[in-house]
């Protein structure tokens, strides 16, 4: 079982920039692919980025490409996500996801391991 902890949201303007962390206390990522997904609401769950295990694969959400990056420090056990130049439409429930996984997912289905998710409001 893999614990992970959400840290980083908050409330911003529009055209500000945050830095989303997920850590796993007292466990680890080796081997995991980690994802970041959201919610806003009455909206499914949708993915922003996804990262390998070994960060040679990345992906990106359309909406976000260009704007969000995704980046781990395994030695920290810690998977960040920048997010610049955020959006109102960016606002909504933020999770981080993990799973033993070849390469990136994209689907929620794909991640066992889920975090308690952090809110991120951007006001326009």
């Known amino acids: 079982q893999v614990q992970l902890v959400e840290s980083g949201g908050g409330l911003v303007q529009a055209g500000d920039s945050l830095r989303l962390s997920c850590a796993a206390p007292?466990?680890?990522?080796?081997?995991?692919?980690v994802a970041w997904f959201r919610q806003a609401p009455g909206r499914e769950r949708e993915s922003v980025a996804a990262i390998s295990w070994g960060g040679g694969s990345i992906y990106y959400a359309d909406s976000v490409k260009g704007r969000f990056t995704i980046s781990r420090d395994n030695a920290k056990n810690t998977v960040y996500l920048q997010m610049n130049s955020l959006k109102p439409e960016d606002t909504a429930v933020y999770f981080c996801?993990?799973?033993?996984?070849?390469?990136?997912?994209?689907?929620?289905?794909?991640?066992?391991?889920w975090g308690q998710g952090t809110q991120v409001t951007v006001s326009s």
């Open positions: 007292g466990g680890t990522f080796r081997n995991l692919g």
């Open positions: 996801a993990a799973h033993p996984l070849i390469g990136v997912g994209v689907r929620s289905s794909e991640y066992g391991y």
